[in-house]
């Protein structure tokens, strides 16, 4: 038998988590303890965990104490971490990602295409569609 790649263990412990719901047993040691709380926290809020729905991009306020704050220390993580494919992202209090740093174009692609971006709301609250 194949030996299974922990990515797929992960994927169906948070699939079997969203079909058990709340009350489904923890699949014990397949998932960091931290995670899995993650998960659940999140399944309370009713942020649906497969889609990230029509969350509004904000504009960034770069003019903010955290931003003007953070800018310079992201520059440099970017500048350290420039021969890894590594991101790097700051957050605002509620969520609200407002720095990004990546090394490729393909990395800075697929961090769009989940939200992870300037301005996108990654925070763990219920989100409505809008109509």
Do not use: C
């Amino acid at each position: 038998m194949p030996r299974r790649e922990r990515s797929d263990l992960l994927r169906e412990a948070k699939e079997n988590l969203i079909a058990d719901g709340l009350l489904g047993g923890s699949t014990p040691g397949a998932i960091p303890d931290l995670i899995e709380r993650s998960w659940r926290r999140s399944l309370a809020q009713g942020v649906a965990p497969h889609r990230l729905g029509d969350r509004d991009i904000a504009v960034v306020n770069t003019e903010s104490l955290l931003y003007r704050g953070a800018l310079p220390v992201m520059q440099q993580l970017a500048n350290d971490l420039a021969d890894m494919e590594v991101a790097a992202l700051i957050s605002d209090a509620r969520g609200r990602i407002i720095y990004r740093t990546v090394q490729s174009a393909a990395q800075r692609a697929r961090l769009d295409s989940f939200g992870a971006s300037p301005g996108f709301d990654f925070s763990e609250r219920p989100w409505a569609p809008t109509d």
